[in-house]
């Protein structure tokens, strides 16, 4: 459950701080993709895990800044720009896989991103086996819940990143660069998003596949509304997620049409999240709306 809910929270948690600034990201999902392939390409050439991801965030990061360009200054519809990051993402991956690794795919001797050991969990029964030999970005994802939380209600950045998502008009008044906040939260939101796709990468799967984040940066994005905009609220939506992926993976053995209910599970949920079915989450006042200074 854990392995599998990490990129989600990682993608949620961008998604989340993108929302609150007041910009859908619907490009999640391409820049998920866009972390798992630099993230794996930069440790292979570079021949460093830690090089790795941080190319990964830097093209994360790029790609969220295209969308803050086009959904900040340009004032362009957030959801068109979100897909075609996605598509943007998707072509430019597929290319440059086929290109550089052709048919044989990426190597199997890249290194990978390693898990930590602790030592003290040894021989305790159930949460040693789970806890004592995780991957390092499933810590740094479940240390970020509590440090989300924390800057975006407990500092004053993150009051500011409330204001713009709110009211970024009063917030202007009051000397708030909505622009810049917005710009920090887009970009942040799409770093938090390749540390995902590169912990699936080179943390999980140790490869990279054509399209391999299979839509789950809709999924956090789900997990973001499941969660009414919060960061705990958001990560056990990530939870519930990847339970039922995991338990897909262990069912086949008992009964096959079982499995695959429960690999469809997520979409459903994202599905049900969307439409607003459990409950009627209400976003940012100014989500989805751009912003022109007087």
Known sequence: MLRYATPLIFAALGGMF?????VVNIGLEGMMLMGAFFGIMGADKLDSWFLGLLVALVSGGAAALVHAIWSVHLRVDQIISGFAINFLALGLTGYLFIDIYGQEGTPTDIPSIPDVHL?????????????????LMIWIALILIPVSWFVLFKTPLGLRIRAVGEHPRAADTVGIDVYRIRYGAVIASGMLAAAGGAFLSIGFVGSFNENMTAGR??????AVIFGNWRPFGAAAACLLFGFSSALAQRLP?????????????????????VAGVIGRSIPPAA???????Q
């Open 18 to 22: 993108s929302e609150r600034s007041g």
């Open 217 to 222: 940066g809709f999924i956090a994005l789900a």
């Open 253 to 273: 053995e008992y009964s096959a049409s079982a499995a695959v209910l429960f690999q469809a599970l997520p979409y459903v949920l994202t599905l049900i999240a």
């Open 287 to 293: 989500d989805g709306r751009p912003y022109k200074k």
């Open 119 to 135: 030592a003290f969990l040894d021989g305790i029964p159930f949460f040693g086996d789970i806890f004592g030999n995780l991957n």
